[in-house]
């Protein structure tokens, strides 16, 4: 049985990072970044398995990524994009957003801001009350929280400030955190 929505023109997302989220993330000196070429792609394990969890539910799934080394110039726009197109033909994933921009830009689509989950809201009817944020970073949990979602950490004790606003859920993998956010969505959906 899916998720009923809580009105019909809309619709319950799960926004997930890319990098430590769905793929495993290169980590350096305690910090990850992301894989530079497709063939570095590797994804994390039962991420399919969860995302179909996920889909049966009745969520869209929305990829919301970070990609600042585009703008730093040591990424070329097109590997990010070909990396997409292989997550997208592993995975049931509806869209994956990314705002290809750096900090000094002062865009609103990079996390921490909330742009990438408004602008895939305002696309594809989403009621980011019901919906939620997963990654990895403090940045991710801060854009959930702006959002208006319920954020769940994968926690992998980077070496980085924590973050300032705490999720709702802090888990070692993606899979762990599938059945906290099927029993929420049931919650709510009872109006509880």
């Known amino acids: 049985m899916g998720i009923r929505q809580m009105n019909p023109t809309t619709r319950s997302?799960?926004?997930?990072?890319?990098?430590?989220?769905?793929?495993?993330?290169?980590?350096?000196?305690?910090?990850?970044?992301?894989?530079?070429?497709?063939e570095e792609l590797v994804l994390l394990p039962l991420v399919p398995e969860a995302l179909?969890?996920?889909?049966?539910?009745?969520?869209?799934?929305i990829g919301v990524t970070n990609q600042p080394d585009v703008a730093r110039g040591t990424q070329k726009r097109r590997v990010v994009e070909?990396?997409?197109t292989a997550l997208r033909s592993k995975l049931p994933l509806d869209d994956i957003l990314t705002c290809f921009h750096d900090?000094?830009?002062?865009?609103?689509?990079?996390?921490?801001?909330?742009?990438?989950?408004?602008?895939?809201?305002?696309?594809?009817?989403?009621d980011l009350s019901s919906s939620f944020m997963v990654g990895d970073r403090w940045r991710d949990i801060e854009a959930g929280h702006n959002a208006g979602c319920r954020t769940v950490l994968i926690d992998y004790a980077y070496a980085e400030?924590?973050?300032?606003?705490?999720?709702?859920?802090?888990?070692?993998?993606?899979?762990?955190?599938?059945?906290?956010?099927?029993?929420?969505?049931?919650?709510?959906?009872m109006g509880t």
């Open 103 to 126: 900090d000094q830009d002062g865009c609103l689509c990079r996390k921490p801001q909330a742009g990438l989950l408004l602008q895939a809201a305002e696309q594809y009817h989403i």
């Open 161 to 189: 400030k924590p973050p300032k606003i705490q999720p709702h859920l802090s888990v070692p993998s993606l899979f762990e955190a599938v059945d906290w956010i099927l029993d929420q969505a049931k919650f709510k959906e």
């Open 52 to 61: 179909t969890r996920l889909k049966n539910a009745g969520f869209l799934l």
């Open 82 to 84: 070909d990396i997409h």
């Open 13 to 38: 997302a799960v926004f997930l990072d890319r990098d430590g989220v769905i793929n495993r993330s290169v980590v350096k000196d305690g910090r990850p970044y992301p894989p530079q070429s497709v």
